[in-house]
C-alpha cells in the first residue's frame, strides 16, 4: 500500500500521521492542504462559482423582472443592489470559508453560538437539492422529446389534446339568424344543428397553446391537486435517476471530478445563449421583443416605486446564491493566499451581466412569436415554468429547424441546472467531510453516492402526478425567507459579534494588507447598509407572504402547514443550537453567553504555516473540542 506522510496536529502539539493511498483519493501532491485537498487550478473554482451562481432564475426570472419593472430602468436599482447587498455578502462568504478550510457548519467556530445558522443553511440546501433535480429531470425529458420532427408540441395532437387547444382564440358563442329571429347559442348547439354565426357576433375565449397542453397533459400528467398525488411517472422518474447519476459521477471524487466537469456545464450555456442571440436577432419582430426588454419602451418612472427597489435586491440576493453554504463550501477548497476579492468581483458581474445577456436571447424569440401570432409582447411574456417549458417552447417551435433550436435550449437549461447542483452536493459532502473527516477519507465515494441515493428517493414524490405542487411547495417554503433569516445572522454575527475588523485583518492575512480607503466601502457596506437592506426585505417578504399555488389552483391547509413545518425544521436548529451551547459551556449565565459569543480555540486557519502571530497559541483542526465547542454536530466531546 502506497503510504506517505504528512505533519497533524493534535491538543496544539505536532504528530506525523500516515495516511494511506485510499485517503488521498480526493486530494494529490501539488494540494497545499493534504488533509482537505485543493482546487487543480484556479479556473477549477471560478467556473464552478459561476456555475454555481449563474441558474436557472438568471434565465427565468430576471428577464420578465427586468420586463415588468421599467426594462432599462431596472438595471439602475439592480446594479446598485448588486453593490450594496451582493457583493459584500459573496465577498465576505468566499473569505470566511476560504480563512479556515472550513465549510458553512464548522466556519461557526469564530461565533459558536450561531452555529445553528451553518445547520440551518445546509439543510435548506438539502431541501432546494430535492427540487432542484426534478426541474432538470423535467429539461431532460424535453431534451429527449426534441428529437422528433415535428416537435410533439408543435401541433394540437389526439389523443392528449382537446377542443380547448388552440394558437388561435376559440369562438365559444355566436348569434344565429333562424329566419324568424335571431337568437345566441353556444359553438355545441350550433354545430349539432349545423347553422352557422352571423358576422361579427363571434364571442371568443383564450385557446390553450399545444405547448401547456403538452406540458400539462403529456410532460407533468398533472392532477386537479396536491391532494391527488396519482402514480410514479415513470418516464420522468427515469429523467431524475439519470439526473442523480450525472449529478454522483460528476462530484464522486468531491472537486477534482466536478472541477473538470464544470468545463462544459459552466462554459456551454454561454454557446447556446450566443447562438439563440443570433438566430432571434434575425426573426422578424425581434427588435419589438428587445424594446420591451430595455429598449425603447423602458419606464424611468418606475424607479419611483419601492416594488420595484425590492424586486431589485431579491434577484440580487437569490441570483447570487448567497446564504446557502454552497460558497462557504467552495471557497474551502481554495488555498489560503488565493485572492478572494477579485474572485468575488468576477463572479458577481459575471452573474449580473449573464442575466442581462440572457434577456436578449429571450426577448429577440419572444417577439417573433408575439409577431407571428399577432399579439403584443406582454402577451406572450412569461416567467418561471411558464416560460421555460410553455412559452420558450412554443416560439422555438415556429422557426424553421425547431428540432434543433429545441435541443440547443434544453440542453442548455440541464447543464444550466448541472452546474447548481454539483455545488450544491459538494455543500453536503464537505458537512459530512468536516464532521467526518475519517469516514469521507476512507469512503467518499460510497457516502457521495449514498447521499444521491437518498435524494433521489426523496425526490420521487416530485415525479407523481401531483409532482409539480410539491416542487411548488417547497421552493416556496424553503426557497424563501428562511434565507434571508440565516444572511441576517451571518453577517451580524461575523460583522457585529465576531469583529468587523477583526474579520478584515484575517482577510489581510490572505490577500494581503490593504489602505484604510480600500475598506472603507466594506465597512459601511457590513456594518450598516447590507444587513439594514436585508432586514427590509425580510420584514417586506413577511408582510407580503402569501399561500402557494399553482396555476390558480390553491393548496389545502394541510400542505400550507407542511411548508411551513420545513422551514420551522430548518431555522429551528438556530435557537436549539444556541441554547445547547450556553448549557454546555461552564460559569454563570453571562459567562456562559460571553463565552459561547467568543471564537472557540480551533478557530482560525487550517494549516499551521498560515496561522502567523494571531493564531499562533490556535490547536490544530484535530484536536477534540472543549463543551461549548461543536459538541453536538462532532460528537467528540470532552469533559472539562
Not at 505536532?14 to 488533509?35: A, G, I, Y
Not at 462559482?49 to 419593472?69: C, E, K, T
Not at 445546509?122 to 429539461?139: E, G, K, M, R
Request: charged share 15%; glycine share 8%; aromatic share 14%.
Amino acid at each position: 500500500m502506497d503510504k506517505f506522510k504528512f505533519p497533524s496536529f493534535f491538543k496544539g502539539k505536532r504528530k506525523e500521521r500516515e495516511v494511506t493511498l485510499p485517503e488521498r483519493l480526493h486530494s494529490d501532491e501539488n494540494d497545499e492542504n493534504q488533509d482537505r485537498g485543493n482546487w487543480s487550478k484556479k479556473s477549477d473554482y471560478l467556473l464552478s462559482m459561476i456555475g454555481y451562481a449563474v441558474g436557472l432564475g438568471n434565465f427565468w426570472r430576471f428577464p420578465y423582472l427586468a420586463y415588468s419593472n421599467g426594462g432599462g430602468a431596472f438595471l439602475i436599482p439592480y446594479a446598485i443592489m448588486l453593490a450594496l447587498a451582493g457583493l459584500p455578502l459573496f465577498f465576505l462568504e468566499c473569505s470566511l470559508g476560504q480563512f479556515t478550510s472550513q465549510g458553512p457548519i464548522l466556519v461557526w467556530r469564530s461565533v459558536p453560538l450561531f452555529q445553528g445558522v451553518g445547520i440551518t443553511m445546509v439543510l435548506i440546501s438539502i431541501f432546494v437539492t430535492i427540487y432542484y433535480n426534478v426541474i432538470i429531470a423535467y429539461s431532460l425529458f424535453y431534451l429527449f422529446a426534441s428529437f422528433q420532427n415535428p416537435l410533439p408540441w408543435a401541433t394540437c395532437s389526439p389523443p392528449w389534446s382537446d377542443k380547448n387547444c388552440s394558437r388561435s382564440p376559440i369562438v365559444t358563442h355566436c348569434d344565429v339568424d333562424l329566419g324568424t329571429e335571431v337568437i345566441h347559442v353556444n359553438m355545441s348547439w350550433m354545430d349539432a344543428n349545423n347553422f352557422t354565426c352571423s358576422n361579427g357576433t363571434e364571442v371568443y375565449q383564450p385557446g390553450q397553446l399545444p405547448s401547456e397542453q403538452y406540458w400539462n397533459k403529456v410532460a407533468l400528467q398533472r392532477s386537479s391537486g396536491i391532494d391527488e398525488t396519482g402514480n410514479i411517472i415513470w418516464y420522468l422518474a427515469l429523467c431524475l435517476l439519470l439526473a442523480w447519476i450525472i449529478v454522483g459521477a460528476s462530484v464522486i471524487k468531491g472537486i477534482k471530478t466536478s472541477g473538470k466537469v464544470v468545463y462544459f456545464t459552466a462554459i456551454f450555456p454561454y454557446v447556446v445563449l450566443i447562438i439563440l442571440l443570433i438566430r432571434g436577432a434575425t426573426l422578424e419582430g425581434a427588435s419589438k421583443g428587445i424594446s420591451y426588454y430595455i429598449g425603447s419602451e423602458s419606464d424611468f418612472s418606475k424607479l419611483m416605486e419601492a416594488e420595484v427597489w425590492k424586486d431589485a435586491a431579491t434577484q440580487i440576493f437569490y441570483s447570487l446564491s448567497v446564504a446557502w453554504g454552497g460558497l462557504v463550501a467552495l471557497s474551502s477548497y481554495n488555498k489560503f493566499q488565493n485572492n478572494c476579492f477579485s474572485d468575488a468581483i468576477v463572479v458577481c458581474l459575471t452573474n449580473c451581466l449573464t442575466s442581462v445577456f440572457a434577456g436578449f436571447a429571450i426577448f429577440s424569440i419572444l417577439g417573433h412569436m408575439a409577431h407571428i401570432s399577432g399579439q403584443e409582447v406582454s402577451h406572450v411574456v412569461k416567467s418561471g415554468f411558464d416560460l421555460v417549458f410553455i412559452a420558450y417552447p412554443e416560439a422555438l417551435a415556429r422557426i424553421p429547424g425547431a428540432p434543433f433550436w429545441s435541443i440547443l435550449f434544453f440542453f442548455m437549461l440541464v447543464t444550466l441546472g448541472l452546474d447548481s447542483q454539483f455545488a450544491s452536493i459538494e455543500t453536503i459532502t464537505t458537512t459530512i467531510q468536516d464532521l467526518f473527516p475519517k469516514l469521507m477519507k476512507k469512503m467518499r465515494a460510497p457516502v457521495t453516492l449514498g447521499c444521491c441515493l437518498v435524494l433521489f428517493l426523496l425526490g420521487l414524490v416530485c415525479v407523481t402526478k401531483s409532482g409539480i405542487y410539491w416542487v411548488r411547495v417547497i421552493d416556496h417554503f424553503c426557497a424563501g425567507w428562511g434565507i434571508l433569516l440565516a444572511a441576517i445572522l451571518e453577517i451580524i454575527g461575523i460583522i457585529w459579534i465576531y469583529g468587523g475588523n477583526r474579520f478584515i485583518q484575517d482577510i489581510e492575512m490572505m490577500i494581503g494588507t490593504k489602505n484604510w480607503i480600500f475598506w472603507l466601502w466594506w465597512r459601511v457596506c457590513w456594518f450598516a447598509i447590507t444587513p439594514v437592506l436585508l432586514i427590509a426585505i425580510l420584514i417586506w417578504s413577511l408582510v407580503t407572504f402569501n399561500n402557494p399555488e399553482y396555476a390558480g389552483i390553491p393548496y389545502p391547509t394541510w400542505a400550507i402547514v407542511l411548508g411551513w413545518c420545513m422551514i420551522i425544521f430548518c431555522i429551528i436548529w438556530i435557537p436549539i443550537m444556541a441554547v445547547t451551547q450556553i448549557t454546555l459551556a461552564n460559569g454563570t449565565i453571562c459567562q456562559r453567553i460571553v463565552s459561547c459569543i467568543r471564537p472557540a480555540s480551533t478557530w482560525g486557519p487550517y494549516l499551521e504555516q498560515h496561522r502567523g502571530e494571531r493564531y499562533k497559541d490556535m490547536v490544530g483542526p484535530d484536536r477534540i473540542p472543549t463543551d461549548h465547542e461543536i459538541p453536538t454536530i462532532t460528537a467528540i466531546t470532552h469533559s472539562k
